[in-house]
């Protein structure tokens, strides 16, 4: 029977710093991915759904926007979902779309263009600070090795 000691406290913290930032990491490339796709479908709509949110047989469905939900880790770090955004879609003036109602309307995406820009940005923020805690990381990994040493 073989024991296996457990990591020392400083190795361990290493890994959190490092499994945290990865995570943050992580959780911004998603909010991008996620307003990427809200702004690339801004334009996309559909027929305006009935009062009991079907929409007609063959007729177009506007585009669904997404959310990104971000909750901490029980470990440390963070976790994120994406959900369907509520309400879904707005209703707007469209006389020339085939799939308008009698008054001419349609539902387009309730996508907030300026939100999303300010997604994108924290995104970017958020990746490039976890990206300077890796670094600092792997500086701090270095010194520690060559004092050892």
Do not use: C, H, W
Not at 112 to 128: G, L
């Amino acid at each position: 029977m073989s024991i296996v000691a457990a990591p020392p406290a400083n190795e361990r913290l290493v890994s959190s710093i490092s499994a945290i930032a990865v995570s943050g990491m992580n959780a911004a490339a998603r909010r991008l991915e996620v307003s990427a796709s809200n702004v690339a479908n801004l334009l996309t709509t559909g027929a305006l759904p009935a009062a009991n949110g079907t929409v007609a047989a063959g007729a177009p469905q506007a585009y669904q926007p997404l959310r990104l939900n971000q909750t901490a880790s029980a470990n440390g770090g963070t976790q994120t979902s994406v959900t369907a955004a509520a309400p879904s879609y707005v209703a707007i003036s469209d006389p020339q779309a085939p799939f308008a109602n009698q008054d001419g309307l349609v539902a387009a995406p309730n996508v907030d263009i300026s939100q999303e820009m300010i997604n994108q940005m924290v995104a970017s923020y958020s990746f490039t600070a976890n990206a300077g805690v890796l670094k600092a990381e792997d500086q701090m990994t270095k010194t520690l090795l060559d004092t050892t040493a």
